[in-house]
């Protein structure tokens, strides 16, 4: 850190002085003059000529993601006196950054040879997952409900042209269309929520809402503030993708391109969840009696529906999409387990959650050909034993979103379970193992399916494979969710400082629905 | 010898035991399917021979420092606080230390018969497999290296955590020797022993965070040690201590099997090759009636003594021997004979557990060893038949006591070790369980001592048809008798059968303190009326 | 001059907003679809400058946000219909089955 006080960093912000603001945005700022950077090598290289991008672009890329790292550790140890910046300066927001910024490197290193392979080997796809990148931190990071709604859409807008990436396909398209139209419309709603807290508190400055309510104060507004609340609710919910607004998760993901599926349902979700943290487990904490209940079923319907429903698919990436959905669920318990646990458990999962899912998505990359996604069950009949690098590489992800010993995933369910047992939601812990456990069957089919069917022909995975980069990321993502079991120690800490920093810290949850004392 | 004495007190051996494999493993699948059996040959040779000396330096006083594990049981009232733990070897390395997550193994008198029953059946697995598994050795190989390393830090483990992930780490490579290298239906076997045995293990989870938070929320310390899941502090309600009970009962009864829940078992040995119903057999039954012996009944004394779980426990187990032989006694498929003869021993095993006492205790634990022997053997012996025939089918053989006379005598020394024959290990096993049962039911022990007769009812007549009768098949009559590899596999089982069966006092001897005092522990926290709570909690050190 | 009183303003903003999320529930045409949800925009903003004489001018300057955005949103929604139009002579989302719902 002494590297940046070198550079004249302040060890305390006031964002009431303009060139602290410099500082506060260093990260945000060099990605965004990352990202135009990486579209004026492109035209600069191509000129007029309609050619596939250098192969020189995605490491363009990888550099820029790199630096905002570099850049988003300035953050680390700064505090911020002020009260009413629109952007956290906070460890959560550091952490979340770093969370972004694996899911987008992931992407882009799975996305090296998929795009040659479809065509779409254009240097605007870099750009755009850049900028998507953008939206997520602006998102995640901001402390004023305007400001999550930009960074909303400056993620989402991006998102929008990368699902319809592939123009020649007409999925894509249609994908694209489909989550063009129910995320405009969930915006909608997610805006009109702003609208009346706005008009209701006054403010759309969260750490005023949260002192407001805090307080106790009558504002008279209690209709129009549940309006609010209820209404942010529904735009947050399309955006995480809880049932019963997920409809359009598995074609968006099934139809658009592989990386751009890893980079929605990792980086969006992890930003989706961060704003949902900020605004309703920190500044509507203590209307927590109005939104708790609302959640609590949220989380246990998503939970048990999406498992349900991932058991009928038979497309590995359609399936991979349920799961996402009921990872959601998953996090909405650590939401909703409240306290710095429930905080620092949804951080380490979704740490976890992401290393996992990109690192499946990069193995369904690995399977698809020319013009062929190859997603189907059957497909990876004999994967294992033919490549046998592959099938164990996907069987540690696919068991490590099982939640099963040896992995990430089962430390940081774990960590969910003792987080929601601690905020007195026994009986969603008991809702999120007996939905591990229909999990259990449609992540293990896929491992079944790779080690014990033949292939459907002689040969047929003679291609599946990856370019030496995706190959190394694959298999470091492979070794960070093992490692992450070993010594988990480490990002626990990290996440708990994380939560620990949230700029304030809400009043304990009120209780769920039905009597919370299953156990005791 | 000094120097050897020195090694096998320190904390080092019981964490190579569990490494040593796992890395070989790792080896085993590096170097290539050509090399990957001699590689696991010596890997698994090498790991008996280390294990071997535990028998001898064996103290049954134990030898870990109240420091070392349990840290804070001073001045609770059971017989776990005194100032050394009676376990040896222990290691406490923290792991999650702000979750009280410790890698804590340690060894007493029960898990050091079933790490050695596991490490001596690892180098015979792999000989069995010598010729057996030609497809995808290295991985074959592996599996089966990872997988004794998982059963030896089941039975080591003395931190809850460690438990549950070595519990469920013992499932991955169980699954894919069933569903790799398995029968026809294999892929059916795997999933359903995956499931089955899976669903049993999340139940348990949950029971071991209920457990961890309660003891947190009054003691206020975290911690998964073993020890302090026994803290009488918790003081759970009845109802809580019941549906606890249940929970770990389950797991482990999936995993025995008990009555109703043994149907996996058929399945998962006729499909698994040779060397995975070995295992299956020889140990991860075991895994089930340990985790009884060690776990559900000193963590939940009050309910796993109540007298409803008592019955349930001697129903179930009485059910299990009489419907196991009799569904054994029509059995075409010899395999499928040999595993429901597993579900009537391990019912036996129930029987000594539940019987709480002494001489009931030692019998269960004699009859896990002695069925971690003779069933073995059994797999074995059929696993070499398969190899020369093809079949597993009774009605297919006939007469090889003519063709092949050295096989039909192992096969019927097995059989009599796996009836009971007195001089085998089967006959003091399960005459001890008996004598304990009967102390304290003895009806049961009646009905049960019936079992007894009805292995002979199914055992000898399979082997009548299978050594004896007319030579009818023309395809059993020139094949060839066991060769050296085989007797190699086959003689150390024979001698230790006869040995435990003559002169079981070491065996006996060694596993006497370490089941008295889990019987003591019981009592004493079963006994008193609880005090106040808040009396004994500021009684109690609070560091 | 007499104001509008706030319950009016926002009555309006209401019922704007519910016809634009009524009609993306019930029309078919992608194109209609978008232009709704520019309603559902155009009524947040109505409630947005509605609110601002009592919570301040803040309310007033998120309004050029969400047009801005909306205009973005326009750019990138006309560009992927057209998209989607080339691929299927047609705009009715009823036709899309390549994917289930």
Same mark, same amino acid.
């Given at each position: 850190m002494s590297f940046f006080a070198a550079l004249g960093r302040p060890e305390v912000l006031d964002l009431a002085r303009q060139t602290h603001y410099f500082w506060a945005l260093l990260p945000e700022i060099v990605l965004t003059l990352g990202a135009m950077l990486v579209l004026i090598v492109d035209v600069i290289h191509k000129g007029d000529r309609s050619e596939p991008s250098r192969g020189s672009i995605p490491v363009l890329t990888l550099a820029v993601l790199a630096a905002t790292a570099l850049a988003n550790t300035a953050l680390f140890g700064l505090r911020d006196v002020s009260a009413n910046g629109m952007v956290a300066v906070d460890g959560f927001r550091t952490f979340t950054n770093f969370v972004y910024l694996v899911a987008a490197a992931l992407c882009i290193a799975i996305s090296m040879g998929y795009l040659e392979r479809r065509g779409i080997m254009k240097g605007e796809f870099h750009a755009l997952v850049l900028f998507a990148t953008l939206g997520m931190m602006l998102m995640g990071g901001s402390r004023d409900l305007i400001m999550t709604f930009i960074g909303l859409e400056v993620m989402s807008v991006p998102?929008?042209?990368?699902?319809?990436?592939?123009?020649?396909?007409?999925?894509?398209?249609?994908?694209?269309?489909?989550?063009?139209?129910?995320?405009?419309?969930?915006?909608?709603?997610?805006l009109?929520?702003?609208?009346?807290?706005?008009?209701?508190?006054?403010?759309?400055?969260?750490?005023?809402?949260?002192?407001?309510l805090g307080t106790g104060t009558d504002h008279g507004h209690e209709r129009l503030l549940m309006a609010g609340m209820a209404?942010?609710?529904?735009?947050?919910?399309?955006?995480?993708?809880?049932?019963?607004?997920?409809?359009?998760?598995?074609?968006?993901?099934?139809?658009?391109?592989?990386?751009?599926?890893?980079?929605?349902?990792?980086?969006?979700?992890?930003?989706?969840?961060?704003?949902?943290?900020?605004?309703?487990?920190?500044?509507?904490?203590?209307?927590?009696?109005?939104?708790?209940?609302?959640?609590?079923?949220?989380?246990?319907?998503?939970?048990?529906?999406?498992?349900?429903?991932?058991?009928?698919?038979?497309?590995?990436?359609?399936?991979?999409?349920?799961?996402?959905?009921?990872?959601?669920?998953?996090?909405?318990?650590?939401?909703?387990?409240g306290g710095d646990t429930g905080k620092a458990a949804f951080l380490f999962y979704i740490l976890a959650y992401t290393v996992m899912t990109a690192g499946a998505f990069g193995i369904v990359i690995a399977n698809s050909r020319d013009g062929e996604e190859r997603v189907t069950l059957e497909d990876y009949a004999g994967l294992g034993l033919e490549k046998p690098w592959l099938g164990a590489a996907f069987s540690i992800f696919l068991l490590s979103l099982a939640g099963f010993p040896l992995t990430a995933g089962f430390l940081g369910k774990l960590y969910i379970l003792r987080a929601a047992v601690e905020g007195g939601q026994a009986q969603l812990a008991v809702i999120l193992v007996l939905a591990s456990l229909v999990s259990y069957f449609y992540y293990l089919r896929v491992i079944v399916v790779m080690y014990m069917r033949p292939a459907r022909s002689e040969g047929w995975h003679a291609g599946a494979g990856l370019p030496l980069a995706?190959?190394?990321?694959?298999?470091?993502?492979?070794?960070?969710?093992?490692?992450?079991?070993?010594?988990?120690?480490?990002?626990?800490?990290?996440?708990?400082?994380?939560?620990l920093s949230l700029w304030r810290q809400p009043a304990p949850v009120a209780a769920s629905p039905a009597p919370a004392s299953l156990f005791r | 010898m000094d120097f050897l004495k020195h090694l096998y007190e320190g904390p080092g051996i019981l964490t190579f035991l569990i490494a040593f494999p796992l890395l070989g493993a790792l080896a085993a699948w590096l170097v290539g399917d050509r090399s990957a059996r001699a590689t696991a040959l010596v890997v698994g040779i090498v790991e008996l021979l280390v294990s071997v000396p535990l028998?001898?330096?064996?103290?049954?006083?134990?030898?870990?420092?109240?420091?070392?594990?349990?840290?804070?049981?001073?001045?609770?009232?059971?017989?776990?606080?005194?100032?050394?733990?009676?376990?040896?070897?222990?290691?406490?390395?923290?792991?999650?230390?702000?979750?009280?997550?410790?890698?804590?193994?340690?060894?007493?008198?029960?898990?050091?018969?079933?790490?050695?029953?596991?490490?001596?059946?690892?180098?015979?697995?792999?000989?069995?497999?010598?010729?057996y598994i030609r497809d995808r050795q290295r991985t074959f190989y592996a599996m089966l290296l990872a997988l004794t390393a998982g059963v030896v830090g089941v039975f080591v483990a003395l931190d809850m955590f460690v438990f549950y992930v070595f519990w469920e780490l013992v499932l991955i490579p169980m699954y894919f020797l069933i569903g790799v290298w398995g029968g026809k239906e294999r892929v059916y076997a795997a999933v359903k022993f995956f499931l089955y045995t899976a669903a049993g293990s999340l139940l348990m989870l949950v029971a071991i965070l209920y457990v961890y938070f309660r003891?947190?929320?009054?003691?206020?310390?975290?911690?998964?040690?073993?020890?302090?899941?026994?803290?009488?502090?918790?003081?759970?309600?009845?109802?809580?201590?019941?549906?606890?009970?249940?929970?770990?009962?389950?797991?482990?009864?999936?995993?025995?099997?008990?009555?109703?829940?043994?149907?996996?078992?058929?399945?998962?040995?006729?499909?698994?090759?040779?060397?995975?119903s070995v295992i299956l057999a020889g140990v991860l039954l075991k895994m089930g009636t340990y985790g009884f012996i060690r776990f559900a009944v000193p963590f939940f004394p009050d309910a796993a003594h109540a007298p409803g779980a008592v019955k349930w426990a001697m129903v179930l187990g009485v059910i299990g021997i009489i419907y196991a032989a009799m569904v054994a006694a029509v059995q075409p498929n010899a395999k499928k004979l040999v595993a429901y003869t597993s579900v009537a021993h391990l019912g036996f095993v129930i029987l000594g557990i539940f019987a709480y006492n002494l001489i009931g205790l030692?019998?269960?634990?004699?009859?896990?060893?002695?069925?971690?022997?003779?069933?073995?053997?059994?797999?074995?012996?059929?696993?070499?038949?398969?190899?020369?025939?093809?079949?597993?089918?009774?009605?297919?053989?006939?007469?090889?006591?003519?063709?092949?006379?050295?096989?039909?005598?192992?096969?019927?020394?097995?059989?009599?070790?796996?009836?009971?024959?007195?001089?085998?290990?089967?006959?003091?096993?399960?005459?001890?369980?008996?004598?304990?049962?009967?102390?304290?039911?003895?009806?049961?022990?009646?009905?049960?001592?019936?079992?007894?007769?009805?292995?002979?009812?199914?055992?000898?007549?399979?082997?009548?048809?299978?050594?004896?009768?007319?030579?009818?098949?023309?395809?059993?009559?020139?094949?060839?008798?066991?060769?050296?590899?085989?007797?190699?596999?086959?003689?150390?089982?024979?001698?230790?059968?006869?040995?435990?069966?003559?002169?079981?006092?070491?065996?006996?001897?060694?596993?006497?303190?370490?089941?008295?005092?889990?019987?003591?522990?019981?009592?004493?926290?079963?006994?008193?009326?609880?005090?106040?709570?808040?009396?004994?909690?500021?009684?109690?050190?609070?560091? | 001059m007499q104001q509008i009183p706030l319950e009016q303003a926002l009555g309006l903003s209401a019922l704007l907003f519910a016809i634009g999320a009524f009609g993306v529930v019930i029309r078919r045409n992608a194109i209609i679809l978008f232009m709704c949800i520019e309603l559902m925009l155009n009524a947040v903003?109505? !409630?947005?400058? +509605?609110?601002?004489?009592?919570? /301040?001018?803040?309310?007033?300057?998120? =309004? #050029?946000?969400?047009? !801005?955005?909306? +205009?973005?949103?326009?750019?990138? /929604?006309?560009?992927?219909?057209?998209? =989607? #139009?080339?691929?299927?002579?047609?705009?009715?989302?009823?036709?899309?089955?390549?994917?289930?719902w």
């Open positions: 998102i929008y042209v990368l699902v319809g990436f592939d123009r020649m396909d007409p999925r894509s398209s249609e994908a694209s269309l489909k989550y063009f139209l129910l995320g405009a419309f969930s915006s909608g709603f997610f009109y929520g702003i609208a009346l807290v706005f008009g209701a508190v006054g403010s759309t400055n969260l750490t005023y809402i949260a002192e407001t209404l942010t609710l529904v735009g947050l919910g399309f955006k995480v993708a809880a049932i019963p607004f997920h409809m359009w998760t598995p074609d968006a993901y099934d139809g658009a391109p592989t990386p751009v599926t890893a980079l929605m349902s990792t980086g969006v979700k992890a930003a989706a969840f961060a704003a949902f943290v900020r605004i309703f487990a920190v500044a509507f904490a203590d209307a927590g009696a109005q939104w708790v209940p609302v959640v609590w079923w949220l989380a246990a319907v998503t939970m048990v529906g999406a498992n349900l429903v991932a058991l009928t698919q038979g497309s590995v990436k359609r399936m991979l999409a349920y799961s996402s959905i009921a990872h959601a669920g998953y996090l909405l318990v650590a939401l909703l387990s995706a190959r190394t990321a694959v298999l470091a993502a492979c070794v960070v969710v093992v490692a992450m079991f070993f010594a988990g120690a480490v990002p626990m800490r990290w996440a708990e400082q994380s939560a | 028998f001898f330096t064996f103290d049954p006083t134990g030898t870990c420092p109240q420091s070392v594990i349990g840290r804070q049981n001073e001045g609770l009232p059971f017989a776990f606080s005194q100032l050394t733990v009676p376990f040896q070897n222990c290691t406490d390395a923290p792991w999650f230390a702000d979750w009280g997550i410790h890698f804590r193994i340690g060894l007493d008198g029960i898990s050091l018969f079933m790490v050695l029953l596991t490490t001596l059946l690892l180098p015979l697995m792999v000989l069995g497999s010598w010729t003891v947190h929320s009054v003691t206020g310390m975290s911690s998964f040690s073993y020890f302090d899941f026994m803290n009488p502090l918790a003081a759970f309600s009845a109802r809580e201590e019941a549906l606890l009970f249940l929970a770990f009962a389950l797991a482990f009864a999936v995993k025995v099997p008990i009555f109703p829940f043994h149907t996996w078992l058929p399945h998962a040995h006729v499909q698994a090759p040779t060397a995975g030692q019998g269960a634990l004699m009859v896990m060893i002695g069925h971690g022997l003779s069933t073995p053997m059994l797999f074995f012996l059929l696993g070499m038949l398969y190899e020369r025939r093809h079949s597993y089918e009774i009605e297919d053989f006939g007469g090889l006591a003519a063709s092949i006379p050295v096989f039909a005598t192992m096969l019927v020394f097995a059989a009599m070790a796996s009836i009971g024959l007195p001089g085998t290990s089967g006959f003091v096993s399960e005459f001890l369980v008996l004598l304990g049962t009967f102390k304290t039911h003895p009806y049961v022990a009646l009905l049960a001592s019936t079992g007894v007769i009805f292995a002979a009812y199914y055992m000898l007549p399979m082997v009548q048809k299978v050594a004896f009768n007319a030579l009818r098949s023309p395809a059993n009559r020139d094949i060839p008798d066991l060769d050296r590899r085989e007797l190699a596999i086959l003689l150390p089982l024979v001698v230790l059968i006869l040995w435990i069966g003559i002169y079981p006092k070491p065996f006996l001897d060694r596993m006497e303190p370490a089941a008295l005092r889990l019987l003591a522990t019981q009592s004493t926290r079963l006994a008193p009326p609880m005090q106040p709570m808040g009396d004994v909690a500021a009684a109690a050190p609070n560091p | 903003n109505l !409630a947005f400058v +509605a609110f601002s004489p009592r919570s /301040g001018v803040q309310g007033q300057v998120f =309004v #050029f946000f969400v047009i !801005a955005v909306a +205009a973005a949103e326009a750019a990138v /929604g006309l560009a992927i219909i057209i998209s =989607v #139009f080339r691929h299927k002579e047609s705009v009715d989302i009823k036709n899309f089955s390549l994917l289930r």
